[in-house]
T-cell receptor
Framework: ETGVTQTPRHLVMGMTNKKSLKCEQH?????MYWYKQSAKKPLELMFV???????ENNSVPSRFSPECPNSSHLFLHLHTLQPEDSALYLC??????????????FGPGTRLTVL | QKEVEQNSGPLSVPEGAIASLNCTYS??????FFWYRQYSGKSPELIMF????GDKEDGRFTAQLNKASQYVSLLIRDSQPSDSATYLC?????????FGTGTSLTVIP
């Protein structure tokens, strides 16, 4: 496979469930990102990992927990979500973060519905 | 003030016409500017990026950057129905990537 892949593509979960989203990039990039895309809103950056170190984003609720075990894989662990968390969750990767940020390439996204 | 602003549209143009999409940004120190296309239900895909003032052409697409006016635009020549999508402007300030809300474009056959 090439590019950025995400699984699952669709997920329906109850508010008490625990689930995880997975992202894998095959581009040799060293930075990975989680975005949330809700209707009529701009893409919201949730988390950034550069060289497997996390850049904090304090505005993200603790019910979202990222994990980056290596430069090719990124997870988003979900627990006790709310219906307003229903959205498209996009993973992206790039060569750098910061002043030398290169183009970000996106995965296909996971469409999450919280009941 | 939003970091990146775009008219949400919808913008409608007839097939074969030029579509003009505009974007303004607030951080004067922004360094890189990107245009993404997003079809309904799909993830964004990169069309063009531009770093320097002036025009950059790639096929039917031309990106224009004016840093003094904090303005970046995308022109699509000879618009095709397949160009119908939402176009997202993105700006790299050096600290973070910001996206606009996107402009919905419809090309009418």
């Amino acid at each position: 496979e090439t590019g950025v892949t995400q699984t699952p593509r669709h997920l329906v979960m109850g508010m008490t469930n625990k689930k995880s989203l997975k992202c894998e990039q095959h581009l040799g990039h060293n930075a990975m990102y989680w975005y949330k895309q809700s209707a009529k809103k701009p893409l919201e950056l949730m988390f950034v990992y550069s060289l497997e170190e996390r850049v904090e984003n304090n505005s993200v609720p603790s019910r979202f927990s990222p994990e980056c075990p290596n430069s090719s894989h990124l997870f988003l662990h979900l627990h006790t979500l709310q219906p307003e968390d229903s959205a498209l969750y996009l993973c992206a990767s790039s060569h750098f973060t910061g002043p030398s940020t290169d183009t970000q390439y996106f995965g296909p996204g996971t469409r999450l519905t919280v009941l | 003030q939003k970091e990146v602003e775009q008219n949400s549209g919808p913008l409608s143009v007839p097939e074969g016409a030029i579509a003009s999409l505009n974007c303004t940004y607030s951080d004067r120190g922004s360094q890189s500017f990107f245009w993404y296309r997003q079809y309904s239900g799909k993830s964004p895909e990169l069309i063009m990026f531009i770093y320097s003032n002036g025009d950059k052409e790639d096929g039917r697409f031309t990106a224009q950057l004016n840093k003094a006016s904090q303005y970046v635009s995308l022109l699509i020549r000879d618009s095709q129905p397949s160009d119908s999508a939402t176009y997202l402007c993105a700006v790299d300030t050096g600290n973070q990537f910001y996206f606009g809300t996107g402009t919905s474009l419809t090309v009418i056959p």
